[in-house]
């Protein structure tokens, strides 16, 4: 019944079971306990041995697990599952273990192991091929491509009275270089800043790509200006004053960057994962649409029709959740 209640305040404060990594790697070391059966810690008389407390590192999503990879944080982490360990017996020895809150997270966790176990052994990460994943990759080529682009500056009006006679003036002055034409172009755009966000900005509003390159839109905010961007013949051009929402722009561009497709052999490892992921979400709806086709249920939906709306909980206490969250070893300070 711990293990039970274990699980429920897991699930309690992370949202979801533990589950058991699919094709990992151990890169939790082995402290200097002798095997894996020679326990870390004894709490309460109850032994926690190193392949548990490994189990339990591996059973964290990837980003957190990522935070014990040294010794200390692993120390850390064993000192929050001591904490963890003491609330549960406690919980216990209260009677929650006996809680429907309890016995419907075991349900559930017992659903999830059971789907997991049922589909570990027919899908692995290793089965997906080489023909899979250069389909794939070809399916979504242009997920891996970059269109030509310009990094580009530009200044805004509330009038475009006001843009024309900024521009005009830019227009006029007697530049010695392309560099310094670029400077006070950019020292216009600050002190002409619109709004504060955009101010010591020098106009940077980032990367266009070429309306006319068929990959994807990398900025769709500032799109509409692209065409005048790329007609641009060089660096340091301005664009014609241009309407844009409820202002006035004009713009040019600092440099420009080629059209380029990734290589297949530098996305090859997250596309398998993707696969992975595809075929695991597969095998889970085969599973769950056999067990359902095979069971016998009966609703009642004149009885359903009589079911009320439940109330909105309340939002359960910040400092209970830091606490339990400590707890298991979770931060949840970064929880909104």
């Not at 521009?167 to 270089?177: G, K, P």
Request: net charge negative.
């Amino acid at each position: 019944m711990k293990r039970m209640l274990a699980i429920a305040l897991g699930v309690f404060v992370t949202g979801c079971p533990p589950q058991k990594p699919e094709d990992t790697t151990r890169d939790v070391a082995r402290a200097n306990a002798k095997d894996d059966s020679e326990p870390v810690a004894s709490i309460g008389g109850e032994p926690l041995t190193l392949t548990e407390f490994e189990r339990r590192i591996e059973d964290l999503p990837a980003e957190a697990r990522s935070r014990f990879a040294s010794v200390e944080a692993r120390k850390g982490f064993l000192e929050a599952q001591v904490q963890f360990e003491l609330l549960a017996d406690r919980a216990e020895r209260e009677g929650l273990g006996e809680a429907d809150i309890v016995r419907d997270e075991m349900k559930q966790s017992l659903a999830d192991e059971l789907i997991s176990e049922a589909i570990r052994s027919e899908v692995r990460a290793s089965d997906i091929t080489t023909e899979q994943i250069r389909a794939y990759y070809d399916a979504h080529i242009k997920d891996y491509t970059k269109p030509r682009r310009r990094d580009v500056v530009a200044i805004f009006s509330d009038a475009e009275r006001d843009a024309d006679m900024l521009r005009s003036t830019l227009e006029s002055i007697d530049y010695a270089n392309e560099k310094q034409r670029i400077y006070t172009f950019r020292t216009f755009a600050d002190r002409n800043a619109i709004s504060v966000e955009s101010r010591n900005q020098g106009g940077a509003i980032g990367e266009l790509h070429d309306p006319d390159d068929d990959a994807r839109d990398a900025n769709q905010l500032y799109a509409a200006l692209a065409p005048a961007v790329f007609a641009l013949e060089k660096p340091g051009e301005l664009t014609p004053v241009l309407p844009w929402k409820n202002t006035y722009v004009f713009a040019t561009y600092l440099t420009e960057s080629p059209h380029s497709v990734t290589e297949l052999s530098m996305v090859e490892d997250d596309i398998r994962q993707t696969l992975f992921e595809q075929a695991r979400q597969a095998a889970r709806k085969r599973f769950v649409d056999d067990t359902l086709a095979k069971a016998k249920v009966e609703v009642r939906q004149d009885v359903v029709d009589r079911i009320t709306k439940p109330d909105v909980p309340a939002t359960p206490d910040r400092k209970i959740l830091d606490a339990l969250g400590a707890a298991l070893g979770y931060d949840t300070q970064d929880t909104p």
